[in-house]
């Protein structure tokens, strides 16, 4: 199993895992290329306090037919699987033994392409989702904050790095991608999902 308890880095409260170089460097530089130029790329609206936004990247849904999702706001269809999509997933399937219907593409086209803290928590992930989030591009830090205790983690997120959130975490923990001043280059942020269909 590659997912090994004693490598949580959560202190507490979730279960973080972090496989650095899940895809080496030439693979990863083919892949960002390849989703940079095929994903349906959206600049996607947000209404906040009534009044219309733009959602600070650009995001698309892919996935099995039935996994309906919904984030900012609006619920998405799933586009159909791409050939890279579908390598990647069963990849990350294989190594974290875990399944997934559906995956949410970011682009953050510089440092001031962001996204706020959240909990993966929405009810379609059920109850302890595991949420498989693969980086490439440029390295951004994540942040993580205890919801009820003054913890922070933060982490480096570079370029082929997979970042594995299970157990509890999304009860007890919000994750966002800060903005930052530094001068970055694009960051694309697949975080596999398994959407459970109640209806
Ligand atoms: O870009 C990231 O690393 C985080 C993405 C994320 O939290 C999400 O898609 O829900
Ligand atoms: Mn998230």
Known sequence: MLLDKEQNLAPFDGELFLIRCFY????????????????????EDILIYGKRCKVPRLMCWYGDP?????????DHQPLPWTDEL???????????????????ANLYRNGRDSMG????????????PV???LSLGDE?????????????LDIN??????????????????HSLPKTTKLKGPRINLTFRKIFNFL
């Open 117 to 128: 803290y959240h909990a993966d928590d929405e009810e379609e992930l059920g109850q302890n």
């Open 140 to 152: 951004r830090l994540f942040k993580l904050h205890h919801k009820k205790r003054k913890q922070t």
């Open 86 to 104: 579908l390598v990647i997933k069963e990849k990350v399937q294989n190594d974290c033994h875990s399944s997934f219907n559906s995956v949410l």
């Open 24 to 43: 080496q460097q030439p693979e990863s530089d083919w892949l960002f290329a390849k989703l940079q130029s095929t994903l349906a790329w959206q600049e």
């Open 66 to 74: 039935d996994a309906c999702y919904r984030y900012s706001g609006v």
């Open 157 to 174: 997120l570079g370029h082929g790095d997979l970042l594995v959130m299970t157990g509890t975490l999304q009860h007890h923990w919000v």
């Open 131 to 133: 949420i498989a989030s």
